[in-house]
């Protein structure tokens, strides 16, 4: 019976210290698992799922156009009224190409998106109409109205069109992917026939859309880290356009190209620090800050959204470089025209969620976090963006034009055109995928590694607390037959009421034998 406590401290003892050290050799095989599958290299799944990113998740890219109610009243100052329309959905299909690596374990690719109405998805169709505030019209104002004599020509010169008034009907098609406007059409005729081309910030083709020209066509040449050289700086972009800065801002800080496309960062995720992503539709970089947990087919992942510092300058001096001129915009605003040929065009986060200002010049804006947010769901070991979305909110910053008797009226504010959302997120095939090659692997040996160990320790505690109760009962039973032994040599002879013991009785009849 001995044998039996000794069996299982030993076992239980082997077993806790097998799971034990199953956990560094975890710790350790892990990254370099992580390098095997992630690393961009030739014939690597790393590369095909990079290059061919939606065979494993699905994007798109939701419009929402902002119809205005009442643009009579707002050109004689009147708060704009705007009535949110949509969503307009489109499949957004996305792959990696023109793939060059380079021996310093970098790659140049190229990333093109082409976008198809997806009906199925949309409240209504491109055809839907919308009134809207012109915005060729007022871009050609606000670039012309410190020329000392082309504001004034070209406030005479508008006589001549009567049908072009401050505010347009338009389809979603026409405001998204383009329509020729007369305007432009006109200026396009007097610059070609000019003896000599003009240089301007601005393509002029006599066509107008936010996307006009966008569509099956790429946001530049990128070069990221491969992770050959580690998986620290993994993704990380080191150029844009072969460029390391973008030329927008007032200092280096803010010129910096800093982070990632926003797709897939390095593993191992500390949700303490900062997550940095390139943005070249603003032209910057922006971060994220930890929000909260979440999860998808039980799989664990940190959310990170934009912090509403961000958007502000005043008392965020780091964000100052970010003004353009000597003039901050308001929380809640960021200034693009640098980065649109002067375009007086500012981005906020939809429905001007943080810019209570600009929201409080217009009627119909109901900010939510839920629906407006930015943000991007992580999964912290892998560093891959499983969930995300991008939004941003498109407005004319519009105010009275000298010399331009159409905005002698108008009211300072930021006008709402129309917001987007550009979501991705990875399918049933890229979870099942996911899980078959990283996700098991980081769940089933520290599984089995704790469950070593508390067997081990059950055996082993188990054990000790047979020998404890077993070295206690012998300890007891030792105990009893001494006293016992004791008891017995200190019996009396005679007993409490002075009979004799038997023997003693037995010798002492003889008499009564005679008799």
């Given at each position: 019976m001995k044998f039996s406590h000794f069996a299982s401290i030993i076992s239980g003892g082997v077993v806790l210290i097998l799971g034990a050290i199953l956990i560094p050799i975890f710790n350790y095989i892990l990254p370099i698992e992580l390098a095997k599958s992630l690393t961009l290299k030739d014939n690597t799944k790393g590369l095909?799922?990079?290059?061919?990113?939606?065979?494993?998740?699905?994007?798109?890219?939701t419009f929402y156009v902002f119809d205005?109610?009442?643009?009579?009243?707002?050109?004689?100052?009147?708060?704009?009224v705007l009535v949110e329309k949509g969503p307009y959905v489109y499949y957004a299909g996305k792959y990696r190409t023109d793939v060059e690596f380079e021996p310093n374990g970098t790659v140049y690719f190229r990333a093109p998106r082409t976008m198809v109405f997806d009906k199925s998805k949309s409240k209504g169709s491109e055809n839907d109409t919308f009134?809207?505030?012109?915005v060729p019209l007022y871009t050609i104002m606000t670039m012309i109205k410190n020329h000392p004599v082309a504001?004034?020509?070209?406030?005479?010169?508008?006589?001549?069109?009567?049908?072009?008034?401050?505010?347009?009907?338009?389809?979603?098609?026409?405001?998204?992917?383009?329509?020729?406007?007369?305007?432009?059409?006109?200026?396009?005729?007097?610059l070609d026939a000019l003896p000599v081309p003009l240089n301007l910030p601005i393509k002029i083709d006599g066509y107008f859309g936010f996307f006009y020209q966008k569509n099956n066509t790429d946001t530049g040449l990128f070069n990221v880290n491969t992770g050959e050289n580690g998986m620290k700086d993994f993704m990380f972009i080191n150029s844009w356009n072969k460029e390391t800065h973008v030329p927008y801002w007032k200092s280096e800080y803010c010129n910096r190209i800093n982070g990632t496309d926003g797709q897939v960062y390095h593993p191992f995720v500390d949700k303490a620090k900062r997550m940095y992503m390139f943005v070249s539709d603003l032209g910057r970089?922006?971060?994220?800050?930890?929000?909260?947990?979440?999860?998808?087919?039980?799989?664990?992942?940190?959310?990170?959204?934009p912090p509403p510092e961000l958007w502000m300058y005043e008392d965020h001096p780091e964000n100052e470089c970010f003004c353009v001129g000597d003039v901050c915009p308001h929380p809640g605003a960021l200034n693009i025209s640098a980065c649109q040929g002067g375009a007086p065009v500012f981005v906020s986060l939809p429905h001007f969620l943080y810019g209570d200002y600009y929201r409080g010049l217009v009627e119909g804006m109901k900010p939510s976090q839920e629906a407006h947010d930015t943000y991007i769901d992580v999964e912290?070991?892998?560093g891959i963006v499983m969930e995300g979305s991008k939004r941003i909110q498109l407005n004319l910053a519009v105010e009275r034009i000298e010399h331009i008797v159409e905005t002698k009226n108008l009211s300072t504010l930021l006008f709402?055109?129309?917001?987007?959302?550009?979501?991705?997120?990875?399918?049933?095939?890229?979870?099942k995928q996911f899980k078959q090659e990283l996700f098991y692997l980081q769940?089933?040996?520290?599984?089995v590694a704790y469950c070593l160990i508390a067997i081990g320790s059950l055996f082993f505690l188990l054990g000790v607390i047979i020998l404890i109760v077993r070295k206690q009962r012998s300890r007891r039973l030792r105990a009893s037959s001494a006293d016992a032994k004791l008891v017995d040599e200190k019996s009396p002879l005679l007993s409490d009421d002075g009979a004799s013991t038997s023997s003693t009785a037995s010798l002492s009849r003889p008499d009564n034998v005679a008799a």
């Open positions: 095909t799922a990079w290059e061919h990113p939606m065979d494993t998740s699905d994007a798109y890219i205005v109610q009442n643009p009579n009243d707002v050109l004689q100052g009147a708060k704009p009134t809207t505030i012109n504001d004034v020509i070209f406030g005479e010169g508008l006589k001549l069109f009567p049908n072009i008034t401050m505010f347009k009907n338009l389809t979603v098609y026409e405001i998204l992917w383009g329509y020729e406007d007369p305007i432009l059409k006109t200026i396009k005729d007097i970089s922006i971060y994220l800050t930890y929000k909260k947990g979440v999860e998808l087919e039980g799989i664990p992942l940190y959310r990170f959204t912290k070991t892998s709402p055109v129309i917001w987007l959302d550009q979501s991705a997120n990875i399918n049933e095939k890229g979870i769940i089933s040996i520290p599984i």
